[in-house]
């Protein structure tokens, strides 16, 4: 059965053998893999007999490399919203209003739209995490528009209508409504970056997967996970709960915060994250987003 973290699963191709492995996979645990396999495609199934293919895999380098540090920053962003969530499952529980309710519901589902944001990346699809990015874009805008109406005026919440408030948050968010919109409909602007031709067989195809392109694109989970610990900070300084206490669970234990506390952590450390995937990746922030601040010494 497949845990609820199948978004920390990297594919992996080795003697034309698909495979997965977490992210967080020790060098230890990639070397076994490896020196397994090998000996699959040997036909030597004996597992005592691994060892003897050490030598065939020494100038491979199994420690901490560019994908690992970049994978870590997009496990840990995905880690701080689905904390975020859980503090939000938390404050709700003893409401009653509608939009209270409406609000959580909708933010909350989020968090499956974020992991498979990040599977679709990490698989090289991305065009198709264009139409992902859309309906998160859409849904923080949608929510963040509802936050102290009744239940008729929510109803009458036209879901597409509402990416103007996005710029309450982050300055410039609405013109990404534009971006996406190309990208999710396949504009005839976008359709012709897709197109390949080979001048050497005079042969056509379309480029369907891309580990580059997917890498840039990373930049929108960053940004749009902002923009989501925006609204939720507002959410809850609407309802009077910032200054309430929480618990976080940490790797080493759990810490007690107040819930203001804990969502200008998330913020500031996303920003440590994206930085750090900016360097690692050596590509600079995607331009074509509006920008937020990016600290350079900022440790949680």
Known sequence: MVGEE???????????????????????LKRQIHLALLAYKKNDYNYENVTDYLDEILDIDFSNDEHTRRDYCIDGVVGLIIQVINTLKEKIEKQNEPYILVYFNSM?????????????????????????????????AWSHSII?????????????????????????????????????HLDPSEISSYFIENSENNGVGHRYRSGERSKIKYYDIFFLSTLYCKSIYKFFEHI????????????????????????????????????????????EYDEELPEIKILEDMMV
């Open 6 to 28: 199948i978004y920390k699963l990297i594919p992996y191709s080795l003697f034309d053998i698909q495979y997965s492995l977490a992210t967080n996979a020790s060098p230890q």
């Open 240 to 283: 009077g709960v910032l200054n309430d206490s929480t618990i976080i669970n940490t790797p080493t234990g759990q810490i007690s915060m107040t819930v203001k506390e804990q969502l200008d952590i998330t913020m500031k450390s996303i920003q440590i994250f994206e930085n750090t995937f900016s360097e690692t990746i050596g590509e």
């Open 108 to 140: 909350g589902r989020l968090r499956a739209s974020f992991e498979s944001s990040v599977v679709l990346l990490r698989y090289g699809y991305y065009i198709e995490s264009s139409p992902v990015f859309r309906l998160i874009y859409e849904q923080i």
């Open 148 to 184: 102290g109406k009744d239940i008729d005026e929510i109803n009458k919440t036209k879901v597409t209508g509402q990416i103007k408030i996005l710029n309450e948050l982050i300055p410039n968010s609405k013109k990404l409504y534009g971006k996406y919109s190309a990208e999710a």
